[in-house]
């Protein structure tokens, strides 16, 4: 990644989560750094770890947020892990931006 939680491939955004499940409410905003120094987009969901259905959870959330059908936000990797890749197919430069607003930056 970039010093940033997201980068540009090609038209596709790949973001960069750490998700965190079972959270009070659904909820989008700021950022960790892990000990690489690395940046992770925080993002919190309702939603259990069990049978996908905290990483379901976080695609809708996105999708909606960034107002991207869910079809376009595609879990590349961290299936089982909280931190995640997630690639947003096409509209690479509008989601970067709206993703910038999240983090408070």
Same mark, same amino acid.
């Given at each position: !990644?970039?010093?940033?939680?997201?980068?540009?491939?090609?038209?596709?955004?790949?973001?960069? +989560?750490?998700?965190?499940?079972?959270? %009070?409410?659904?909820?989008?905003?700021?950022?960790?750094?892990? &000990?690489?120094? !690395?940046?992770?987009?925080? +993002?919190? /969901?309702?939603? +259990?770890?069990?049978?996908?259905? %905290?990483?379901?959870?976080?695609?809708?959330?996105?999708?909606?947020?960034?107002?991207?059908?869910?079809?376009? /936000?595609?879990? &590349?990797?961290?299936?089982?892990?909280?931190?995640?890749?997630?690639?947003? +197919?096409?509209? %690479? &430069?509008?989601?970067?931006? !709206?993703?910038?607003?999240?983090?408070?930056?």
């Amino acid at each position: !990644m970039t010093d940033g939680f997201w980068r540009i491939d090609g038209d596709d955004l790949i973001l960069a +989560v750490r998700l965190t499940p079972r959270s %009070a409410k659904d909820g989008i905003g700021g950022l960790w750094r892990d &000990e690489k120094d !690395m940046s992770w987009l925080q +993002v919190q /969901v309702r939603a +259990v770890p069990e049978k996908g259905q %905290a990483n379901e959870a976080l695609i809708r959330l996105l999708a909606k947020r960034l107002k991207l059908p869910a079809k376009d /936000v595609l879990l &590349e990797s961290g299936d089982t892990s909280r931190l995640k890749r997630l690639r947003l +197919v096409g509209r %690479a &430069e509008r989601a970067a931006a !709206m993703t910038e607003e999240w983090t408070g930056i």
